[in-house]
């Protein structure tokens, strides 16, 4: 008995998987379901078994009636289905709208194409950091002023903190690479920032470092100035003044003429004619004892920009928090 149902139901499945249109799937049901199908004559055996015997059979009868059934309704349904589908599927689907780069995103693919084109490669590093890497490496020891200016957001106080500024990279990269070597490196930032149009508490940079030997401030000046050229256009121009950052010496802020005014002066640029872009300077002898290179020997430059504030200008965004709340309103 128990071959008996076993052979009926793989005969039952293996003629559903044949069948080509639905009267064979009709015929096929009345032959193994139907009141005098095989089933029901097999059912009749059932009372001549032993009490054991018929509880053990009648499980495999109810699996082998389940198992045709569905097959039988699963077949059907793929049928109509296929009746359904009255389209040309080799025909190209309808086009999906894709999304756009993030502001962020596209201007910095475009910033870093342009120092790639200068021989700079891209680099990254950790977002979050040790107080080591963030302000010792970077010429602020715990007792320098400078450190007020920059309010960390501590992970674990006095050494895990989220890097406020991407010159933690350039610390790395001065500890890991040999000289020469030139990288630029964007990403995130963060400190504690009361939010508004103008300040976020994470924030994105650009910053850039070349060391080698014989690098002078005049490479730097060329660099940045090419660069403003081919971001900005080369109508545009640069100038630098003297400013005091901790981890380069000399130190120089960079302006670009106000591109509203042409020079001239207006509210923008608050009637100087020019608009603060980033700061830079010669990496400080310091930086590079930390990390045992001479600094009568070697040489090198960094930079540090708000990406940021060149988005915004980009793209025309008046508050920073645009940039981040994910209205897509604000489209390339």
Sequence with gaps: MREKLQNLKNEALAQIIQATNP??????????????????????????????????????????????TDALNSKLEIRNLKLEIKEDLTLPGTPIAVGLPHPISAVAEEMNDIFQSLGFSVADGPEIENDEFNYNRLNLPPDHPARNLQDSLYLREPDVLLRTHTSSVEAHILADHQPPYRFVFPGKSYRYENVNASNHMMFYQYQGVAVGEGITLANLKWTLDTFVKKFFG?????????????????????????EFCKGRGCAVCKNRGWIEMLGAGMIHPNMFKKVGLDPRKYSGFAWGMGLDRIVMTRYGLRDIRALYNGDLIYKI
């Design 234 to 258: 080369p109508n545009r121009k640069t100038r630098f003044r003297c400013k005091y950052y901790p981890e380069v010496e000399p130190g120089v802020g960079v302006d670009t003429d106000c």
């Design 23 to 68: 009267e064979e799937l009709e015929n096929l049901r009345t032959h193994y379901l139907g009141k005098k199908g095989a089933l029901a004559e097999a059912a009749k055996e059932l009372p001549k078994l032993t009490p054991e015997e018929r509880s053990e059979i009648g499980q495999l009868f109810n699996d082998a009636k389940t198992a045709i």
